[in-house]
């Protein structure tokens, strides 16, 4: 009788033993799965969505409808506008926000930029691989309400990249971009367009 009592100690003791085996297997198991300890940044906008679809064509509306600033391009030929709205109310200021960027490329380099009805008060520089410029807009629906540049890209690789930062009042605001035929507006600035040197 007492060897059988202790047959059945030892039983019961392998049972609890086997049961808190398969519990450990099974919390590592879970947790492997949920990808417990792993750590680290999301992945930003740029890298799932890099745009390069949304810049073809240019805007078949007058830019002054919604006014911000136009991206667009035809094959490696760039184009940037920048727009005021027309029905913007009048302020006693002679001008309206002022619209600071840069361009970089990377692969490539940059060459024939030609101004579009840029005025005095204006500012545009380019160097091999970055464009910076400055744009005041008038406070007034007289003047040039359109204006801005285009420049050509000349790939050095099979993929080549342009990223985008623009400013309003040194202020990030994505919302007042628009890129392409159908006027996407990006999540981030600064914005990276990447894409085959043949497109």
Known sequence: MLLLYVDMRNILLLYKLLAISMASFL??????LAGVGESGPSPKAEQLSPYDEYVRGKPNIDLRVAG????????NLWH?????RLETPQTLSAIGPIITGKIRVKNAFI???????????????????????????PNNNLDNNVSGFDFAVKPTSPEYCVT????????????????????H???????????????
């Not at 380019?126 to 910076?132: C, H, K, L, S």
């Not at 981030?188 to 990447?194: V, Y």
């Open 111 to 137: 060459a024939d930029v030609n101004r579009q009805g840029l005025g005095a008060l204006n500012d545009l520089r380019y160097r091999q691989n970055i464009i910076a410029f400055r744009v005041e807009l």
């Open 164 to 183: 985008f930062n623009i400013l309003v009042d040194g202020n990030k605001m994505p919302g007042i971009v628009h890129l392409g035929s159908f006027m």
């Open 185 to 199: 507006v990006p999540d981030t600035m600064p914005l990276k367009i990447c894409l085959h040197s043949f497109d």
């Open 27 to 32: 919390l590592v198991s879970c947790a492997t």
């Open 80 to 84: 940037v506008r920048i727009a005021k």
């Open 68 to 75: 911000g600033c136009y991206i667009w391009r035809d094959g």
